[in-house]
């Protein structure tokens, strides 16, 4: 008699799931529930199946939208708006402009490091 507790034999391929739960795209995407439920109602394109009992059914396709919109909004700091339109015009891996006050503050920092080598090298050249 085999226990849930014995490893698996990892010759045999494991069965992908065709769908998953709401709390399983949850632990997934590391998104919360109520977000994924909110997310529906501000993305279209997000439609889960549903159950004979109205609970969510999320596909692989699905998972994959919930992570580019995760990346959208956390990683390349889109607002929902915005996000929305990147996914409506189906355009990957576009990034926000760099805004001014980043552009200045990396020229900033690499006059600083400029001025650093010309401070650095005009002393060793005066010992």
């Known amino acids: ?26 632990d997934m995407t590391g998104v919360p529930a109520h977000v994924l ?32 919109i995760h990346d959208l909004l956390h990683n390349k700091k889109f607002t929902i708006a915005g996000a929305r339109k990147q996914l409506e015009l189906g355009l990957e891996e576009v990034t926000p402009q760099p805004t001014t006050v980043n552009v200045l503050a990396e020229v900033k920092s690499e006059l600083r490091e400029i001025l650093n080598l010309i401070d650095m090298s005009g002393r060793s050249a005066a010992w």
């Open 37 to 68: 439920r909110y997310w529906e109602s501000e993305f279209p394109q997000l439609h889960p199946k549903k159950g004979r009992g109205g609970n969510r059914l999320y596909t692989e396709n699905d998972l994959t939208l919930l992570s580019r």
């Open 1 to 26: 008699m085999s226990t849930v507790s014995e490893k698996r034999d990892t010759r045999v391929p494991q069965l992908k799931k065709l769908y998953y739960s709401i709390s399983e795209a949850a």
